[in-house]
């Protein structure tokens, strides 16, 4: 099977900006999760979606938002970016009932 | 705050020594799982071990958990240069949902 992927996977956005990041996971998986990754932060959890419906979120601003459509495709959309929205985001697919997750090589967003 | 704590921060051994990786967390778990990232990548998956076990093996790796200590650790024997990643432990909290919770990972460099 192929592995999740990412798209795109470097970016560059100004301030005020918005920016929209897609994730395909395993064929199969129907939860995706999104994460944000900063040296200073570590990991951390944005939200999962499971069938089309947000199941899980995380502690992030309003700024972020995402989506999953019916072929378990999904995006994530950030608003009026900031520069500490420099981040690699990670994407994450999991079977329905599983705890592992199966990432994706993540998007390395740089907002100047 | 993150659940899952691992120490040290970073570990610099020669090849062919072993590497132990310590996750300490707070809350009670249904499982822990730990995670390698190579520079910049995405996650790969290494090994779940749920709450009501206490030790597991997969190839060169040995987990451990103490649930009365709240403590997990991850050996690697025989180290290889390959193995240079950041190592994350993550948990889950009991109760709650199944998304993990990512501690800020181990920098392991392992020297040819």
């Known amino acids: 099977k192929a592995g999740v992927t990412q798209t795109p996977r470097y970016l560059i956005k100004t301030r005020g900006q918005q920016v929209t990041l897609s994730c395909s996971p395993i064929?199969?998986?129907?939860?995706v999760s999104w994460y944000q990754q900063t040296p200073g932060q570590g990991l951390q959890f944005l939200f999962e979606y499971f069938s089309e419906t947000q199941r899980n979120k995380g502690n992030f601003p309003g700024r972020f938002s995402g989506r999953q459509f019916s072929n378990s495709r999904s995006e994530m959309n950030v608003s009026t970016l900031e520069l500490g929205d420099s981040a690699l985001y990670l994407c994450a697919s999991s079977p329905a009932g599983q705890e592992t997750q199966y990432f994706g090589p993540g998007t390395r967003l740089l907002v100047l | 705050s993150q659940q899952g704590e691992e120490d040290p921060q970073a570990l610099s051994i020669q090849e062919g020594e072993n590497a132990t990786m310590n996750c300490s967390y707070k809350t009670s778990i249904n499982n822990l799982q730990w995670y390698r990232q190579n520079s910049g990548r995405g996650l790969v998956h290494l090994i779940l071990?749920?709450?009501?076990?206490r030790e597991k093996h997969s190839g060169r790796l040995r987990v451990t958990l103490d649930t009365s200590k709240k403590s997990s650790s991850l050996l690697i024997t025989a180290s290889r240069a390959a193995d240079t990643a950041s190592y994350f432990c993550a948990t889950d909290r009991r109760g709650g949902s199944y998304i993990p919770t990512f501690g800020r990972g181990t920098s392991l460099i392992v020297h040819p």
């Open positions: 071990i749920r709450s009501n076990e």
């Open positions: 064929s199969g998986h129907r939860s």
